[in-house]
């Protein structure tokens, strides 16, 4: 019996050792992976590699840079109409809740992109409709008949406007609706960051400024900002490697909130235009950095700080 016992127990010593190698490499293995997740969560590259992120309200909101293009031309048709920042946030809860911020061709019934319009219900032709810019001031000539929009709750509001068949959608987008019209419409300072990769083609800034005439057409032929290129190196003294030698300069004439909406505005089209950094009032949002460095807007030293600097990639 007694030998019978030490052979069982040897075995099972024997058994025990070899479950403890495999267990201890998983365990290691599984350390390592969840540290190198946490730490791409964290430092958003290469996970987070083409996205962007709008802060506030203790809180933050991570969205695909194909949605940022749309929340910036939403939020800049708001701006331009001279619309408070409440018209923003509900539109950009309404986009999201009815497109998730995309500019799809199809949907309920007759409903066609950002915002789902109906061209049966008047809101425009099918073509009309899939402009973003057309829709996004079809929305807004609706919004601005509702006398208390600016002061009335989001989800209700929106209700109002889209009289849709889900009447409590709208609030579950409230607060990054909330946190991207306060970035894009310059509420918020230096708040919107994307994680880019590289560009690799060489740009032009006529191509943003192009861009921005067409997304803030009002403000630009009243006068509210003009746009300029010039020497990059002599505009920006922290010239980035694969910057192009010109600059898209913006002048807000003075308006600081207006100037942090064109500065973030340049941020969300980052992938679409090329740009690889944008600096305006001594801060610097720089496409190249990584790491715990890209996770907000840098400190830009010299340059043109009452004006937003655009650099794009070039040669």
């Known amino acids: 019996?007694?030998?019978?016992?030490?052979?069982?127990?040897?075995?099972?010593?024997?058994?025990?050792?070899?479950?403890?190698?495999?267990?201890?490499?998983?365990?290691?293995?599984?350390?390592?992976?969840?540290?190198?997740f946490v730490a791409l969560q964290r430092y958003g590259s290469p996970a987070h590699e083409g996205t962007c992120v709008a802060t506030g309200l203790g809180t933050s909101h991570r969205y695909s840079t194909d949605?940022?293009?749309?929340?910036?031309?939403?939020?800049?048709?708001?701006?331009?109409?001279?619309l408070p920042p409440r018209a923003a946030s509900i539109a950009l809860a309404t986009a999201y809740q009815e497109s998730q911020l995309r500019n799809i061709d199809y949907g309920d019934r007759d409903s066609l992109g950002l915002f789902q319009q109906r061209p049966s219900q008047g809101w425009g032709s099918e073509e009309e409709i899939m402009d973003p810019i057309y829709s996004t001031n079809a929305f807004y000539d609706v919004l601005e008949t509702i006398p208390d929009y600016s002061s009335g709750d989001i989800n209700d509001v929106a209700q109002r406007v889209q009289r849709s068949g889900?009447?409590?959608?709208?609030?579950d987008h409230e607060t990054e609706g909330r946190l991207y019209a306060s970035a894009l419409t310059g509420q918020s300072g230096a708040n919107l960051v994307c994680t880019l990769g590289d560009v690799g083609s060489t740009v032009s800034p006529e191509q943003v400024r192009a861009e921005l005439l067409r997304q803030f057409p009002r403000a630009a032929e009243s006068g509210r900002f003009s746009t300029a290129l010039a020497s990059a190196s002599r505009t920006d003294p922290q010239l980035p490697a694969g910057a192009g030698a010109t600059a898209l300069v913006i002048d807000p004439g003075g308006d600081e909130?207006?100037?942090?909406?064109?500065?973030?505005?340049?941020?969300?089209?980052?992938?679409?235009?090329?740009?690889?950094?944008?600096?305006?009032?001594?801060?610097?949002?720089?496409?190249?950095?990584?790491?715990?460095?890209?996770?907000?807007?840098?400190?830009?030293?010299?340059?043109?700080?009452?004006?937003?600097?655009?650099l794009v990639s070039g040669r």
Not at 70 to 80: P, W, Y
Not at 166 to 171: F, I, N, Q
Not at 301 to 308: L, Q, S
Request: glycine share 12%; no cysteine; proline share 3%.
């Open 1 to 36: 019996m007694a030998a019978r016992t030490g052979r069982r127990t040897g075995r099972s010593r024997s058994v025990t050792r070899h479950l403890a190698v495999p267990l201890v490499m998983v365990l290691l293995v599984a350390g390592i992976a969840g540290g190198s």
């Open 67 to 82: 949605r940022v293009a749309s929340a910036a031309l939403i939020s800049a048709t708001a701006v331009d109409r001279q």
């Open 166 to 171: 889900h009447p409590e959608a709208y609030r």
């Open 257 to 310: 909130t207006l100037g942090w909406s064109l500065a973030n505005w340049a941020v969300a089209r980052a992938a679409e235009d090329g740009v690889v950094q944008v600096s305006y009032r001594g801060r610097v949002w720089d496409r190249s950095l990584r790491g715990e460095e890209a996770e907000g807007w840098g400190i830009a030293e010299g340059g043109a700080p009452d004006r937003v600097v655009v």
